[in-house]
């Protein structure tokens, strides 16, 4: 099976979001004269906006692999640039819905699998994310795998 990315047509915004935040803050820091409490606050809403821009570059590095054995992620996003989880070793999938308005439309969804070393948390901008959540759902049940009422939820809503 291919690895699965994140399309850097969904992370355009992300990238967008982060250098504009970022030139603005050290702009304002570089050209007006801002009284030191602002200053600050520039300089720290400015480093905020370099990290975010990392972790954009970081999840944009990073592709996902399913085989029969288990996942792994590859990438600085990963932590040590590969983290794995064999399906034999799993022991919790959690999927969790973000909604973003009241009305609960408009949000993301996350997966997160854990063995007893290492948690791997991705989110539904993956290409491929129905499909890495049904391998992994199919894994956690076959481990017998009690999941929560959310997850059970989120799995019904996610398939067609």
């Given amino acids: ?63 996902i692999e399913l085989d029969e054995t288990g996942i792994r992620v590859r990438g600085p996003a990963a932590g040590l640039l590969s983290a794995v989880i064999r399906w034999e070793n799993l022991r919790s999938m959690q999927l969790d819905y973000y909604s973003t308005r009241a009305d609960r439309e408009g949000g993301w969804m996350q997966l997160r699998l854990r063995d007893a070393q290492r948690t791997i948390r991705i989110d539904s901008g993956l290409n491929g994310f129905a499909a890495v959540v049904d391998r992994a759902a199919r894994a956690a049940a076959e481990r017998g795998l009690a999941l929560d009422a959310a997850t059970l939820g989120n799995l019904q809503a996610l398939r067609p």
């Fill in 1 to 63: 099976m291919p690895p699965h990315r994140y399309p850097l047509r969904a992370q355009v915004l992300d990238f967008a979001g982060s250098l504009g935040g970022f030139v603005i803050c050290a702009g304002l820091l570089g050209f007006a004269r801002p009284a030191a409490a602002v200053a600050w606050a520039l300089g720290a809403a400015a480093a905020l906006f370099l990290v975010y821009f990392g972790r954009t570059v970081c999840r944009q590095l990073t592709h």
